[in-house]
């Protein structure tokens, strides 16, 4: 497959810092992928080739295989700094919207809780 062009992953890159400016660190992590993909070009990892990889070997779980944690994924194992990696998992939490820190009786979306509280312990 042909990478993207050079000016496409500019202007993503360019609308998520607009998005961030306007919304905050949830937003920081999609600009932290767009950073990553930047930099590697044109050797990039698509989202869509470790969705494909991660049905192939049978994840089972629904957040596992979400955009947002994929991009965390790639972004937690490049080169950037340990701040911004620790910024990037922030995102990726607000974005989750579960509060770990407070006790919940009955999580609306309990799978989901239980998935975030895995991801933050790894």
């Given amino acids: 497959m042909e990478p993207a062009s050079p000016q496409a992953l ?3 890159a360019c609308e998520a810092m607009a998005l961030g400016i306007e919304s905050g660190l949830s937003y920081l992590l999609p600009m932290l992928y767009n950073q990553g993909l930047l930099e590697h070009y ?4 698509r989202l ?4 494909k990889k991660a049905v192939y070997d049978g994840e089972r779980e629904p957040l596992a295989i979400d955009s947002r944690v994929l991009q965390f994924k790639l972004v937690s194992n490049s080169k950037l700094t340990t701040d911004s990696q620790r910024l990037a998992q922030q995102s990726l939490y607000i974005q ?6 407070k006790h919940v009786s009955q999580p609306r979306f309990p799978w989901r809780r239980d998935f975030i509280k895995k991801a933050s312990e790894s």
């Fill in 48 to 51: 869509s080739n470790g969705y």
């Fill in 96 to 101: 989750a919207q579960e509060a770990l820190s």
């Fill in 42 to 45: 044109p050797n990039i990892t």
């Fill in 10 to 12: 500019a202007d993503n």
